[in-house]
């Protein structure tokens, strides 16, 4: 842990007393969103302090040529940036001509800044002292709408406590913005068009390159005492900046406020010509709605997430907190409303790893949103990637495959691979066995087969030959081999046959053949279509089995356990206990070269496998390999402690199952990997919903029927959550002594319960 300051509580984060130090931490932990755009929590004021400006729309991206020191064929062209975006929320404050400036001020007392996450709002109030000595209390609220996703509003209120005093507001939007990980500090914005008309104001631009048109907006009314007053406007336009500036002079304890409403209209949504058009019609509805209009609004919508989405865990505000903070950011970032956006790692709230989509959201993302949305929400997730296969097609051909072989990129905004690290791009191919496997767990989850004859199968078939033609045989093995990867253990490099990657390359090819037969026994014309238009035959089938039969998993006899890859035992073994703590992190004090030759390991990588296909590996076979590789676990990867919570609550430890938990769930909260400052993981925050419901609440589907396997731990006295399955919301809770299960829907259903099949009927609470 490395920090320790967010108050705990069960629906709000909360920091209270103001410290520079960390204000580029909270601008990541307070972030907002509404799944069409979000922010930083950056001060709306000036604020000459390190800060990370952020503010990010949803889809819009920019192709920053990718900085390495010598070519190699096949290598993407840019790195896709998650590009900083025209700023709306500023409102520079002058009192007393003097700028109001945190960083800058005399004294700044009773700082307090909450996100209230019950509620969708972030508020931030304090009693500053100026150089001036002019006194001042502050108080801002402020949200992005989920009803009308491209607005936000904001409440910014000034209150003299010690004088009168001459106040100056001047809310302003600036397209002057840059990113900070620019490779080669391009200009990524082209402003065309700064327009100001009656009390609104108006910035066009568009993107370099990937020519995205946007909008951005904004309109404002003031306030004294809560009563509206008509200021004339002082326009102020720059070439990259519009301001209102609306002064009045205020009596000391009055109360002077202004109501914000800004935000992008983008030609994702409107046609590029229209955009100052859309944007004044949305300002329409939401100046019609005013403030508290909105604000309520929010409320609802928020209650509407919550009442499907809500854990509930009591006697354990930390464990609470964690994971609502979890739940609110996965929203916050996928709403699942458009089918062309994904879910990207940092979200909206910062700029490392660019593009949107990894396979993090096959592996951990759509298990959450299936279950706390409906089947229409994952199922749009997977479309997602058909219709990005011919690009994966593509990427694969650049690397030398052939014959509709498709690798699916491991980082992309538009199906084409955009990553720049070597490792990862050429490497790190087990990406596209979490796409195959996403494909099963959806029909696993909600019963729709539909989804594979229409569009899966087609995936499926580019995969399979892609790890058909990506395995070689081996006669020292007499078997096929994998060379030359990177498994989700980024902390090593180019190995061979690990068995993460091999184990999936298998499974891929089967379940692939699997649905072909099923498609030609049950489905004869899509069975007809999809092998006519991918060119398939029975022949190319069997050589496919051929790989999948006889692939080689490294394994070691003396430990009885499956290797990560070949070699691994060659590694000096020392394990964590042993590792001095000042080494730690070990990506941010060791070089990479230490790392490459070292034993540790970044995040589950045999165990991944193992949690992927438990089905196919007994308890004990289990119970082996976790004893055995997570001694060397660094868990310096987001994704790794989801996994070993959900494992431990399996192998019944509830100790190590309760500290993997806080570990995921707290992340980000307690700043583990020293790295929050650069953002939020959103995705492995699905990993901490799942390590509840999966781990804790043991949810499996097992023969076509739920089934749980609850514990709990020591430290808890109950908890519950909701799930969806195939339209039946049932709601689970869990105490120290007991379990129960209701059923909120009007159909009865069955579950087994620790093995033992029970019957849930309609509206009934069923004690198990």
Known sequence: MNQDYIQPDNWSIIEEGFNPEKVKSSESLFSIGNGAMGQRANFEEKYSGPTFQGSYIAGVYYPDKTRVGWWKNGYPEYFAKVLNAPSWIGINVVINNEQLDLFACKKVENFRRELNMQEGWLSRSFIATLQ?????????????SLELDEVGAIQYSITPINSNVEISLSPFIDAGITNEDSNWDDAFWNISNLVVKDNQAFIEAQTMKTDF???????????????????????????KEISFTYAESINKGETFTIHKIGGYAVDRNHHKKELINAAKQVLHKATELGYEGLLNQQKQAWSKIWEMADITIEGDVYAQQGIRFNIFQLNQTYLGKDA?????????TGEKYGGSTYWDTEAYCIPFYMATKDQNVARTLLEYRYNHLDRAIENAEKLGFTNGAALYPMVTMNGEECHNEWEITFEE?????????AIYNYYRYTGDYSYIPEKGLEVLIGIARFWHQRANFSKNHNKYVILGVTGPNEYENNVNNNFYTNYLAKWCIDYAAKN???LKDEYASDFERIMAKTNLSEEEVLKWKQVSDNIYFPYSKEENV???????????????????????PINQKWSWDRILRSPYIKQADVLQGLYFFEDDFSIEALERHFDFYEPFTVHESSL???VHSIQAAKLDRMEQAYTFYLRTSRLDLDDYNYEVEEGLHITSMAGTWMSIVEGFGGMRVKDDTLSFTPKIPKEWKGYSFKINFRGTIIKVYKNQKECKFYNESEKEIKLYVNNTEISLPPSQLVEA
């Open 132 to 144: 001036n000595n002019t006194v001042i209390k502050v108080d801002s609220k402020r949200f992005l």
């Open 213 to 239: 048109h946007t909008c951005t907006f904004m309109q404002s009314e003031c306030f004294i005492n809560n009563n509206s007053i008509t200021l004339q406007a002082e326009v102020n336009k720059t070439e």
């Open 340 to 348: 062309t956006l994904n879910i990207g790692p940092k979200g909206f």
């Open 429 to 437: 191919i087990h990406r596209n066995g979490a796409i195959a496997f």
């Open 516 to 518: 072909i037969s099923k």
């Open 562 to 584: 499956y290797l990560q890859q070949d070699g691994f035992l060659d590694k000096e073994l020392i394990t964590v206990a042993d590792l001095d703590k000042s080494q730690r």
């Open 640 to 642: 790794s402690p989801c």
